[in-house]
């Protein structure tokens, strides 16, 4: 069974950082892509960053030049590093991962979520 587990959401103050992680452990065959998105009430969920297995990344144009995503040598934790947060980036986070393990195959995986809450 595959899990996905986040760690690092709280309360900050605008302008502050926050630094998100995500381990996914299990079965695991191989993982190609690893992501973080975002839901804020009432609104949609959204991507705000992906990397791939090779090292490709890809942002939402709020928070480029803001967030750094990456991931670990052994490529199972993925990083979400948030810098001058805004009020904005007021949402559930959440662990996104497309990931081939021994019982289903290729399958895209989710995280609980963590709350990130930036104060004014």
């Known amino acids: 069974q595959v899990q996905l587990v986040e760690s690092g959401g709280g309360l900050v103050q605008a302008g502050g950082s926050l630094r998100l992680s995500c381990v996914a452990s299990g079965d695991i065959f191989s993982i190609t892509m690893m992501a973080w998105y975002r839901q804020a009430p009432g609104k949609q969920r959204e991507l705000v960053a992906s990397?791939?297995?090779?090292?490709?990344?890809n942002y939402a144009e709020s928070v480029k030049g803001r967030f750094i995503i990456s991931r670990d040598n052994g490529g199972n934790t993925v990083s979400l590093q948030m810098n001058s947060l805004k009020p904005d980036d007021t949402a559930v986070y959440y662990c996104?991962?497309?990931?081939?393990?021994?019982?289903?195959?290729?399958?895209?995986?989710w995280g609980q979520g963590t709350q990130i809450t930036v104060s004014s």
């Open positions: 996104n991962s497309i990931i081939r393990d021994l019982a289903r195959g290729l399958f895209n995986y």
């Open positions: 990397i791939t297995r090779g090292g490709t990344t």
